[in-house]
């Protein structure tokens, strides 16, 4: 005997997972609303979704890492201002082949912008960055004066 059973296509996608990824997704656009430089647009260009980051601090150092996949290092441009990171890049489109016919086409082209605030005042004549593998790894030292503010706080007990 046959099984004749179909399996709904929407048997597969949680609703839940769903909801839960949009709110991650607002959040996250929300949170970084007001820290962005302005976005600007071209006519020809779209711009594309921004890296995500690491920013974390090792020794006197703020490292950032972004994830920017199949970009060369010319395709990168970093400035750093004196309270934030401004990544740019943009991933360039391949010419269309005429006689494909796509089946899914998902991978996105065009430029990005993300401004990342800092938490301190750093050296920018001493930042490094290396890309290595899709990751685009800057070291910003932080300035002398970020790194005299720090102080230990006696705790006493009451």
């Known amino acids: 005997m046959f099984n004749l059973v179909r399996r709904s296509p929407f ?4 609703p839940f997972r769903e909801l839960s990824r949009f709110e991650r997704e607002a959040d996250r656009f ?8 302005p976005m600007v647009w071209e006519e020809d260009t779209e711009l594309i979704t921004e ?3 690491n920013m974390f601090e090792e020794g006197d150092n703020i490292v950032v890492e972004a994830q920017v996949p199949g970009l060369k290092k010319d395709d990168l ?3 750093i201002t004196s ?3 401004l990544l740019r890049g943009e991933t360039k489109e391949e010419s269309e082949k005429k006689d494909r016919n796509y089946h899914f086409r998902e991978m996105r082209y065009g430029r990005f912008e993300r401004a990342i605030p800092l938490p301190y005042e750093v050296s920018s004549d001493k930042a490094k960055a290396e890309l290595k593998d899709g990751v685009l790894r800057v070291t910003l030292p932080k300035s002398e004066a970020a790194r005299k503010n720090v ?4 705790v006493k007990a009451a």
Do not use: K
């Open 30 to 37: 929300f949170r970084n609303f007001w820290n962005r430089a």
């Open 83 to 85: 309270d934030r990171l």
């Open 11 to 14: 048997r597969e996608i949680s």
């Open 151 to 154: 102080r230990e706080i006696e």
């Open 77 to 79: 441009h970093l400035q």
């Open 51 to 53: 890296p995500s980051i």
